[in-house]
């Protein structure tokens, strides 16, 4: 019997001391909106905005002004709290349920499964909560470009796994390339997957170790919703299901689908957290990780092979991934009559929904860093036909050179009508579609023959190997890989504490192989994920699953293909959601921005806040470029409170539009530009700690405005006006995310004239990804550059050197009394703390989604010491997502073997 202590770090630990996120006073908001908006508005229109505010924070007597709305959300806020505590003290006397509903609305009553709190009543998290939940979840839009963020990770530290070619033209594919580039991928992906899995399990074993930033505990309740999540379309609003005993990855290789079982549970697993069998099944045991790296590989090897004998015009044909590219209303119609049209079709639905994670493997290798990051927002758009293949502009590169095409031989036509012909005799100056021809330019020789030639083109590209409504980790043929996740349930900083957890992993791991040699007896380096691995093909072996004592079903980690059962109509609404897919990618204009000159070392030599000096460079190059002061956006982190999310520091301030022009007056010098950048750095950073500690303008007022929907008031004259909708018509979104772990990060914008900018700040550099629809963003991108070697001019450089002779005529004990009479080097301080007042900003933004500083703690609540997290399964709640009933017993049963298919 094992006898290991338990010494595992609980990861919601902290959740039941954290404070909860304060409502603002109504005075304090409406100066700050008033702040806000100046920079958008004519004179004329702020006078009439002044009044307007005037009135709807001094009516007393109309239900649908300031203070009625005010006391109407402190109500139900309260209500919330003494729910939150009550299920809190609850969960602490029955820690394990295995159901949540996590109902939208706070009146309805629970489904019964929960725990609850003995009135039916779920709990708010915060005020803004069920206000902000429905912001993702309402609206019918797609989520394509419109709401899943991306990562681009840097290159596997392994240099023989790293992503080649990307720039040649040609991805490295050659003759006899194929399977190397599928080695390639299959090893990144087998390694990303691992570490993720690794994650997964320390995730349902508590022991994750909680997020705590400059000695801050940080809310962690987001990471419940990481794995095993899906977004799921309804008629009126989407939900989120969590399924906590989720056991198997999905992989989908060229528009096929695929699943594998990799974890144990404790149950299953036969043991407990101190060794013990675990026959009373009392759900206190570890999770463990059923396969091995290597295990991955074997399995991904199969699945390349077998969806190789598939043609993509083949596969593209049940490309179910489109589906999830659709408005969500015309998605929820479509799954319906999916799931009604066969019950294999129900089951195979809920493998996909309950799946950890879905790992995309492409057949595309990206020929620069801008496809790359295009590849990562949104895939790419690339018609072909059989044949071989012709370049196409845009997207649509994929395979190199035509004469090594791919294993189905599919041609390449040009999405956007203009295809180039690199196969003499194959196909020339035609781009064509299924209902019609357009005029393109080529060097083929071939001429048009019958129109039913070209009656086979579909989609070749990566758009419809996807599954948006899930988290997805996306590996290409040439090892480049990164994240696509779904934005309602996470932010950015929980996707990032993921990624980095994971990517780190390979980095010690790759570590360990190259000291595996000197460090027989055990290798000093530590591990950043904690998780056991027992691999079922080593007890299943001997044993024939007897695990722990106790006589196990055999786990089968073998790789099984999912098919679906699809009508014909359904076909029919299948390819129009591709094409309609395929129009917004051509209208999508992705490119990236790596500025090498300077980044955080010179900045913070320079005293000021590399967060707020990205945020002018972007204000800035706007207005050069354009000459408008437009409305921007920057999330900023408020996991500091329970349930935080973020808040918004609206970066166009009065003190960037003085900047804005002075930096284009040529009478300005540039001590007057340098002073200009200071003053308005300095203020962004003060409304940035404002907004970090939940005293922001549009989490207020967006829920003003929810709360009196909510009790059926008419919006007040404030929430028409033209402020507030300046305000709210964002052009420029933004959002610092990132770490040494990706190369970039980045979102579509939210606006139809706006642009999406993620940018990630090093120590020598600053990347940018950045997005529009039909607007210059390369020249938009340049601008940025241009602005930001003008701030560099500005800047002290952090060392200045000269060559010199060393001619001392000092003596060696004149030297060493010098030297010892010196007085000893001061400790180096915190710029926040150096006692300087003109230096005003943390230090927080590297990884953040702002600056961040630490927030009081609240008084403790009246919470059982014995309950490690806030909301275990079983408290009623109204959260984003809600935990369903475990579904691994019917998804054993689904799909085939891929080596007992015909």
Same mark, same amino acid.
């Given at each position: 019997?094992?006898?290991?202590?338990?010494?595992?770090?609980?990861?919601?630990?902290?959740?039941?001391?954290?404070?909860?996120?304060?409502?603002? %006073?109504?005075?304090?908001?409406?100066?700050?909106?008033?702040?806000?908006?100046?920079?958008?508005?004519?004179?004329?229109?702020?006078?009439?905005?002044?009044?307007?505010?005037?009135?709807?924070?001094?009516?007393?007597?109309?239900?649908?002004?300031?203070?009625?709305?005010?006391?109407?959300?402190?109500?139900? /806020?309260?209500?919330?709290?003494?729910?939150?505590?009550?299920?809190?003290?609850?969960?602490?006397?029955?820690?394990?349920?295995?159901?949540?509903?996590?109902?939208?609305?706070?009146?309805?009553?629970?489904?019964?499964?929960?725990?609850?709190?003995?009135?039916?009543?779920?709990?708010?998290?915060?005020?803004?909560?069920?206000?902000?939940?429905?912001?993702?979840?309402?609206?019918?839009?797609?989520?394509?470009?419109?709401?899943?963020?991306?990562?681009?990770?840097?290159?596997?530290?392994?240099?023989?796994?790293?992503?080649?070619?990307?720039?040649?033209?040609?991805?490295?594919?050659? @003759?006899?390339?194929?399977?190397?580039?599928?080695?390639?991928?299959?090893?990144?992906?087998?390694?990303?997957?691992?570490?993720?899995?690794?994650?997964?399990?320390?995730?349902?074993?508590?022991? %994750?170790?909680?997020?705590?930033?400059? +000695? %801050?505990?940080?809310?962690?309740?987001?990471?419940?919703?990481?794995?095993?999540?899906?977004?799921?379309?309804?008629?009126?609003?989407?939900?989120?299901?969590?399924?906590?005993?989720?056991?198997?990855?999905?992989?989908?290789?060229?528009?096929?689908?695929?699943?594998? @079982?990799?974890?144990?549970?404790?149950?299953?697993?036969?043991?407990?957290?101190?060794?013990?069998?675990?026959?009373?099944?009392? +759900?206190?045991?570890?999770?463990?990780?059923?396969?091995?790296?290597?295990?991955?590989?074997?399995? =991904?090897?199969?699945?390349?092979?077998?969806?190789?004998?598939?043609?993509?015009?083949?596969?593209?044909?049940?490309?179910?991934?489109?589906?999830?590219?659709?408005?969500?209303?015309?998605?929820?119609?479509?799954?319906?009559?999916?799931?009604?049209?066969?019950?294999?079709?129900?089951?195979?639905?809920?493998?996909?929904?309950?799946?950890?994670?879905?790992?995309?493997?492409?057949?595309?290798?990206?020929?620069?860093?801008? /496809?790359?990051?295009?590849?990562?927002?949104?895939?790419?758009?690339?018609?072909? @036909?059989?044949?071989?293949?012709?370049?196409?502009?845009?997207?649509?590169?994929?395979?190199?050179?035509?004469?090594?095409?791919?294993?189905?031989?599919?041609? /390449?036509?040009?999405?956007?009508?203009?295809?180039?012909?690199?196969?003499?005799?194959?196909?020339?100056?035609?781009?064509?579609?299924?209902?019609?021809?357009?005029?393109?330019?080529?060097?083929?020789?071939?001429?048009?023959?019958?129109?039913?030639?070209?009656?086979?083109?579909?989609?070749?590209?990566?758009?419809?190997?996807?599954?948006?409504?899930?988290?997805?980790?996306?590996?290409?043929?040439?090892?480049?890989?990164?994240?696509?996740?779904?934005?309602?349930?996470?932010?950015?900083?929980?996707?990032?504490?993921?990624?980095?957890?994971?990517?780190?992993?390979?980095?010690?791991?790759?570590?360990?192989?190259?000291?595996?040699?000197?460090?027989?007896? +055990?290798?000093?380096?530590?591990?950043?994920?904690?998780?056991?691995?027992?691999?079922?093909?080593?007890?299943?072996?001997?044993?024939?699953?007897?695990?722990?004592?106790?006589?196990?079903?055999?786990?089968?980690?073998?790789?099984?293909?999912?098919?679906?059962?699809?009508?014909?109509?359904?076909?029919?609404?299948?390819?129009?959601?591709?094409?309609?897919?395929?129009?917004?990618?051509?209208?999508?204009?992705?490119?990236?921005?790596?500025?090498?000159?300077?980044?955080?070392?010179?900045?913070?030599?320079?005293?000021?806040?590399?967060?707020?000096?990205?945020?002018?460079?972007?204000?800035?190059?706007?207005?050069? =470029?354009?000459?408008?002061?437009?409305?921007?956006?920057?999330?900023?982190?408020?996991?500091?409170?329970?349930?935080?999310?973020?808040?918004?520091?609206?970066?166009? %301030?009065?003190?960037?539009?003085?900047?804005?022009?002075?930096?284009?007056?040529?009478?300005?010098?540039?001590?007057?530009?340098?002073?200009? =950048?200071?003053?308005?750095?300095?203020?962004?950073?003060?409304?940035?700690?404002?907004?970090?500690?939940?005293?922001?303008?549009?989490?207020?007022?967006?829920?003003?405005?929810?709360?009196?929907?909510?009790?059926?008031?008419?919006?007040?004259?404030?929430?028409?006006?033209?402020?507030?909708?300046?305000?709210?018509?964002?052009?420029?979104?933004?959002?610092?995310?990132?770490?040494?772990?990706?190369?970039?990060?980045?979102?579509?914008?939210?606006?139809?004239?706006?642009?999406?900018?993620?940018?990630?700040?090093?120590?020598?550099?600053?990347?940018?990804?950045?997005?529009?629809?039909?607007?210059?963003?390369? @020249?938009?991108?340049?601008?940025?550059?241009?602005?930001?070697?003008?701030?560099?001019?500005?800047?002290?450089?952090?060392?200045?050197?000269?060559?010199?002779?060393?001619?001392?005529?000092?003596?060696?004990?004149?030297?060493?009394?010098?030297?010892?009479?010196?007085?000893?080097?001061?400790?180096?301080?915190?710029?926040?703390?150096?006692?300087?007042?003109?230096?005003?900003?943390?230090?927080?933004?590297?990884?953040?989604?702002?600056?961040?500083?630490?927030?009081?703690?609240?008084?403790?609540?009246?919470?059982?010491?014995?309950?490690?997290?806030?909301?275990?399964?079983?408290?009623?709640?109204?959260?984003?997502?809600?935990?369903?009933?475990?579904?691994?017993?019917?998804?054993?049963?689904?799909?085939?073997?891929?080596?007992?298919?015909?």
């Amino acid at each position: 019997m094992n006898t290991r202590t338990n010494t595992r770090t609980r990861t919601y630990e902290n959740q039941a001391n954290l404070p909860r996120l304060p409502i603002p %006073t109504l005075p304090e908001t409406t100066k700050r909106f008033l702040e806000c908006v100046q920079p958008l508005l004519s004179p004329d229109q702020y006078a009439e905005t002044k009044v307007i505010v005037k009135s709807f924070l001094s009516d007393k007597k109309s239900s649908n002004a300031a203070p009625a709305l005010q006391a109407l959300l402190e109500v139900y /806020d309260a209500q919330g709290s003494e729910s939150a505590d009550a299920n809190a003290n609850a969960a602490s006397n029955n820690y394990n349920t295995d159901v949540i509903d996590l109902d939208k609305d706070v009146n309805m009553k629970s489904d019964g499964n929960g725990s609850g709190n003995g009135s039916g009543t779920p709990a708010v998290g915060s005020y803004i909560e069920e206000f902000w939940n429905d912001a993702y979840l309402a609206p019918d839009a797609s989520v394509v470009m419109n709401l899943n963020p991306f990562f681009l990770l840097e290159d596997d530290p392994d240099a023989k796994v790293k992503s080649g070619g990307r720039g040649d033209g040609h991805g490295g594919r050659g @003759r006899g390339g194929q399977l190397r580039q599928h080695q390639i991928q299959i090893t990144r992906a087998s390694s990303l997957a691992f570490n993720s899995l690794k994650f997964a399990a320390s995730l349902k074993n508590e022991q %994750t170790k909680p997020d705590i930033f400059k +000695g %801050t505990a940080l809310c962690m309740d987001q990471f419940r919703s990481l794995f095993g999540s899906c977004r799921v379309p309804r008629g009126e609003r989407d939900m989120v299901e969590v399924d906590v005993d989720s056991d198997h990855v999905v992989v989908l290789y060229r528009n096929q689908f695929y699943y594998f @079982r990799a974890l144990w549970t404790a149950e299953e697993a036969g043991e407990d957290d101190n060794g013990n069998d675990n026959d009373n099944d009392n +759900g206190n045991g570890l999770a463990k990780v059923a396969v091995s790296e290597a295990d991955i590989q074997q399995i =991904l090897t199969s699945i390349v092979e077998d969806g190789n004998k598939i043609p993509l015009s083949t596969s593209i044909q049940t490309a179910l991934g489109a589906f999830t590219t659709l408005p969500r209303k015309a998605w929820a119609k479509c799954r319906e009559q999916l799931i009604q049209h066969s019950e294999d079709n129900a089951s195979a639905m809920e493998v996909m929904d309950s799946a950890l994670f879905v790992l995309v493997l492409d057949d595309y290798a990206p020929e620069n860093i801008h /496809d790359a990051a295009a590849n990562m927002l949104h895939g790419t758009n690339n018609m072909m @036909r059989r044949g071989g293949e012709v370049g196409g502009k845009g997207y649509g590169y994929g395979y190199g050179d035509a004469k090594f095409p791919s294993p189905s031989m599919d041609t /390449d036509i040009s999405s956007s009508g203009v295809g180039i012909g690199k196969v003499a005799g194959q196909f020339s100056n035609l781009a064509v579609s299924n209902h019609g021809f357009s005029n393109g330019t080529g060097n083929g020789t071939a001429t048009v023959g019958d129109e039913a030639q070209f009656s086979t083109e579909y989609q070749g590209g990566t758009c419809c190997n996807r599954w948006y409504d899930k988290l997805q980790i996306i590996v290409c043929s040439d090892g480049s890989a990164g994240i696509n996740f779904e934005h309602s349930a996470i932010d950015g900083h929980t996707a990032l504490r993921f990624a980095s957890d994971v990517y780190a992993q390979t980095v010690v791991s790759f570590a360990k192989s190259i000291t595996k040699s000197v460090y027989t007896h +055990g290798c000093p380096i530590p591990n950043i994920i904690d998780a056991e691995v027992l691999r079922a093909a080593e007890t299943n072996k001997e044993k024939k699953g007897i695990i722990g004592g106790r006589k196990r079903e055999l786990f089968d980690t073998n790789p099984k293909k999912i098919d679906f059962d699809i009508a014909e109509n359904l076909k029919d609404t299948l390819f129009h959601a591709e094409a309609t897919l395929g129009d917004a990618l051509d209208a999508d204009a992705s490119y990236v921005l790596e500025f090498t000159n300077f980044g955080k070392n010179l900045i913070v030599g320079n005293k000021l806040s590399p967060d707020s000096v990205v945020q002018m460079s972007i204000i800035l190059a706007y207005y050069r =470029l354009y000459g408008e002061i437009v409305s921007s956006y920057e999330p900023v982190l408020t996991k500091a409170f329970y349930h935080g999310r973020t808040e918004a520091m609206r970066s166009t %301030t009065m003190k960037a539009a003085n900047l804005c022009k002075c930096w284009m007056n040529r009478m300005s010098t540039k001590n007057d530009k340098l002073n200009a =950048l200071r003053d308005a750095t300095k203020y962004h950073s003060k409304k940035v700690k404002e907004a970090i500690g939940g005293n922001g303008v549009d989490r207020h007022l967006y829920a003003l405005k929810c709360i009196g929907e909510k009790n059926g008031l008419p919006p007040h004259e404030f929430f028409k006006s033209d402020a507030w909708k300046a305000l709210n018509h964002t052009i420029l979104s933004t959002s610092n995310c990132g770490n040494p772990a990706l190369r970039l990060f980045g979102f579509g914008p939210v606006t139809y004239d706006g642009f999406g900018i993620g940018y990630i700040i090093k120590d020598n550099g600053v990347q940018y990804a950045i997005s529009s629809k039909h607007r210059q963003t390369r @020249r938009y991108a340049h601008a940025i550059h241009q602005t930001l070697c003008e701030i560099g001019e500005l800047l002290e450089p952090l060392t200045s050197q000269e060559l010199g002779h060393h001619r001392s005529t000092h003596t060696s004990k004149e030297i060493a009394k010098v030297l010892k009479t010196a007085p000893a080097a001061s400790s180096k301080k915190s710029l926040t703390t150096s006692g300087n007042e003109d230096v005003q900003f943390a230090d927080g933004w590297d990884d953040t989604y702002g600056d961040t500083i630490q927030v009081p703690p609240s008084p403790q609540r009246s919470v059982s010491s014995s309950s490690s997290s806030r909301f275990p399964s079983g408290s009623s709640f109204v959260g984003i997502s809600r935990q369903k009933t475990s579904t691994r017993n019917l998804i054993k049963k689904v799909g085939k073997k891929i080596s007992d298919r015909a």
